[in-house]
């Protein structure tokens, strides 16, 4: 048991070793002990060699790479902000927009997700099934995707991206791999995605409706307290 608990907290140490935390766009992530942070003149200059695999680039605000030499190598992690404004909106999106978005951004539809099947041929020319599809939690107003691409003088290129929507913009975390890439990879990326977090007054805000409103009331009166017998005699009298 001690031996196991000892493995929990060394995994526990290694997915939370530092955060990184962006005072631009208010959010922060948590990142592997090995893993650093891009110098930023390095990232600004590489951007050209970075995938793009949304057909849009948002403000590539930070990444992250086990390597540390000066430039930017697979596998590595890249954080980009898309302000609403970008997409057109100029405040927060609702609901519809934001399946929009998604659905934009993906070219999956969050309402069907599928999994579909691609077949690619890599170097040895065998055929390998490659399962790619959409997450969307409605609820918590996110998303993952996987995706396959090619790019000149590399080759297979796999992403796993996650989207985060907050009250003035989404956040994109993005895995790249190339060729087969790997389990630990993928679920090390998941564990910093997992530790994603807006800051008090970035996250999304859903509106108050007359839904919540009348929610609230049924909720008042069903189950009454001094506190609330109270706030309504109040209202009454300065009604």
């Known amino acids: 048991m001690l031996f196991l608990c000892s493995l929990v907290l060394n995994c526990a140490q290694m997915a939370m070793a530092w955060s990184y935390h962006s005072f631009a766009y208010g959010y922060s992530i948590s990142l592997p002990e090995d893993w650093v942070h891009v110098p930023e003149e390095v990232l600004s200059a590489q951007l050209h060699r970075l995938p ?25 992690i890249i954080v980009e902000v898309f302000p609403y404004s970008q997409f057109g909106y100029p405040r927060q999106v609702d609901d519809r927009e934001i399946r929009q978005i998604v659905r934009n951004s993906t070219g999956l539809d969050p309402s069907n997700p599928f999994v579909p099947e691609t077949r690619v041929v890599e170097g040895g020319g065998e055929a390998e099934v490659i399962a790619g599809g959409l997450h969307f ?50 679920d090390m990326a998941e564990a910093i995605a997992g530790s994603f977090k807006f800051e008090i007054g970035k996250e999304y805000q859903p509106a108050f409706t007359i839904g919540d409103a009348m929610k609230m009331l049924r909720q008042m009166v069903a189950s009454p307290n001094l506190g609330i017998v109270v706030t309504l005699l109040c209202v009454v009298t300065a009604v």
């Open 137 to 186: 939690d409605a609820e918590g107003r996110n998303f993952v995707w996987s995706s396959t691409s090619s790019m000149e003088g590399v080759g297979l290129i796999r992403a796993r991206q996650w989207g985060f929507f907050g009250k003035d913009a989404l956040v994109q975390v993005t895995l790249f791999e190339k060729g087969k890439g790997s389990d630990r990879l993928r």
């Open 52 to 76: 793009d695999i949304g057909g849009v680039r948002g403000r590539v605000d930070v990444a992250f790479q086990a390597k540390r030499d000066n430039t930017i190598d697979f596998p590595f």
